[in-house]
């Protein structure tokens, strides 16, 4: 079972970065908000907090130049 997480994570994750290119603020934190709440409910955390973690990451990583 820990195994399937990992790699349920892992994939989860790749996805994630392919599909992080948005064209705009709105589409990055989106995605990232659901790549965020996949990754901590497959990971046992809290999938809310994964979600606005990530949706935060995604709609600020242009503004810091990272996508």
Same mark, same amino acid.
Do not use: F, K, P, W
């Given at each position: 079972?820990?195994?399937?997480?990992?790699?349920?994570? %892992?994939? !989860?994750? /790749?996805?994630?970065?392919?599909?992080?290119?948005?064209?705009?603020?709105?589409?990055? @934190? +989106?995605? $990232? #908000?659901?790549? %965020?709440? !996949?990754? /901590?409910?497959?990971?046992?955390?809290?999938?809310?907090?994964?979600?606005?973690?990530? @949706? +935060?990451? $995604? #709609?600020?990583?242009?503004? !810091?130049?990272?996508?």
């Amino acid at each position: 079972m820990q195994s399937t997480r990992i790699r349920l994570t %892992g994939a !989860v994750l /790749a996805l994630g970065l392919v599909a992080a290119c948005g064209s705009n603020d709105l589409e990055r @934190g +989106a995605v $990232g #908000a659901s790549i %965020g709440g !996949v990754g /901590a409910a497959l990971t046992g955390g809290s999938a809310v907090q994964g979600a606005v973690i990530g @949706g +935060a990451a $995604g #709609a600020l990583c242009d503004d !810091v130049n990272l996508c």
